[in-house]
């Protein structure tokens, strides 16, 4: 079962922030949060991960609170490329058996509208 | 390549029929992860390897299913006596890293429709 909720879909015009959130408050001490996203007819693209402390790279910002129980993906100017479903996925941080999956749930459709 | 690889892209089958999809990940990458997504839902586990040991194969839902990596680096999975609920886009995904904190890789993925 995914660890994480998130909702069905959000919207977003385009040239604003996207704010997407994730709920996952049985999260470990030693689980990293992910973020993949899926174009249609493509397989997930990696966007960014954390463990605690927020984390920003090209793609987007995390922001991941302090209990750690939530967190947001945010994209700062959102482009009609951007429209995609967003996974966001727990995932331990050693290197040990079932550490490698990734589980998926069904996501966050986010349409961003001209 | 520059990304991992999958073909064919699209493959119609009739049920009954045995099928085979490639996948060519990034060279060099020593993780090779397959996940099956049907219509609506996201990407399930089917199988892990690290190089040509399969060291999971938990989530091949049937013995229909099975997967190899002879050489370490492209993997083929096969899909036997193919049934309607096998329809599904089938994905790969490569990592450089053993089973590692960093993000996978994955190919467009190939459809499997059978009829």
């Known amino acids: 079962d995914a660890k994480t909720t998130q909702p069905t879909s959000m919207d977003c015009a385009e040239g604003r922030a996207a704010n997407l959130p994730c709920n996952h408050s049985?999260?470990?001490?030693?689980?990293?949060v992910y973020w993949y996203r899926q174009i249609h007819s493509q397989g997930p693209q990696y966007i960014i991960h954390?463990?605690?402390n927020n984390e920003t790279n090209e793609m987007a910002s995390l922001i991941i609170t302090e209990d750690r129980k939530s967190s947001t993906l945010i994209l700062p100017h959102a482009t009609l490329r951007d429209t995609a479903v967003y996974y966001c996925i727990v995932r331990p941080a050693y290197s040990g058996a079932g550490s490698y999956q990734l589980t998926f749930g069904k996501g966050t459709k986010l349409s961003v509208i001209p | 390549g520059a990304g991992v690889s999958q073909s064919p892209r699209y493959k119609v089958a009739k049920r009954g029929q045995d099928v085979a999809l490639r996948c060519d990940p990034i060279s060099g990458h020593v993780s090779l992860f397959w996940y099956q997504q049907a219509l609506g839902q996201g990407p399930e586990f089917l199988t892990y390897f690290q190089n040509e040991a399969q060291l999971d194969k938990s989530g091949l839902p049937s013995d229909r299913f099975f997967a190899e990596r002879p050489e370490g680096s492209v993997s083929t999975l096969k899909i036997q006596r193919t049934q309607q609920e096998d329809s599904a886009v089938y994905l790969c995904a490569s990592s450089s890293i053993r089973a590692g904190s960093y993000g996978y890789t994955f190919g467009s993925g190939t459809r499997l429709t059978v009829v």
């Open positions: 954390g463990l605690k």
């Open positions: 049985t999260i470990s001490g030693n689980e990293y």
